[in-house]
């Protein structure tokens, strides 16, 4: 059995679900980020990705709440309108519920994504059908995982990949797109912020 901060590495995944709950709703800032995001009510919303997975790096390496976190990914889907202004006003409605956190949230409409994608990214993304569909076309799969807050306070978790990788301490890429880069720059800095942390190669984007 593995000791230290890979104790929860192989283990089967309904104990790994329970253990990342239990970690990342018992960390401060994502409580209250949940908190929050619940009381908005925004349509189909996740908080997503890296102020999870952080969390849980953090509790089992012995690091304070927050460590490496730059910022909270909030995700809804409203398919009824995909303008900007639409979304720009979610945003402005939202944001005094956020006032009091120590990080930035970072709202995005998932429906509109495959709008703008092509013109930051170079390269088309698919239309989503929700928002944890998004979460499969994540650079890595480490990094897609996302959690919400049912009505009744129901924790909803969606890893479409597993919580392994997470507990492993393992940055694996996702081909779903031609993600190289993004892959490779969260991996550098996720090496950084925790050395445990290791970083599995591209090895090419499938035709």
Known sequence: MASGHLRHAGRPASEQRRVFLDIVQ??????????????VA???WLIVSGVLYNAVWNALTGRPPGHGTKDVDLFYFDG????????????RRAAPAFAGLPLPVEIRNQARVHLWYPQK???????????AHSLSYFASTTHAVGLRLEPDGTP?????FGLDAIFAFRVVPNHSLDNEATHAEKGERAMRMWPEVSVEPWRGFPS
């Open 80 to 91: 009824a309108d995909l303008s900007y202004e639409a979304e720009d006003a979610v945003i």
């Open 121 to 131: 990214f170079g390269r088309a993304c698919p239309r989503y059908r929700d928002s």
């Open 26 to 39: 018992a960390d401060p800032v994502v409580r209250a980020a949940l908190d929050a995001a619940r009381a």
């Open 156 to 160: 909803a978790l969606f890893a479409p």
């Open 42 to 44: 925004l349509p189909d």
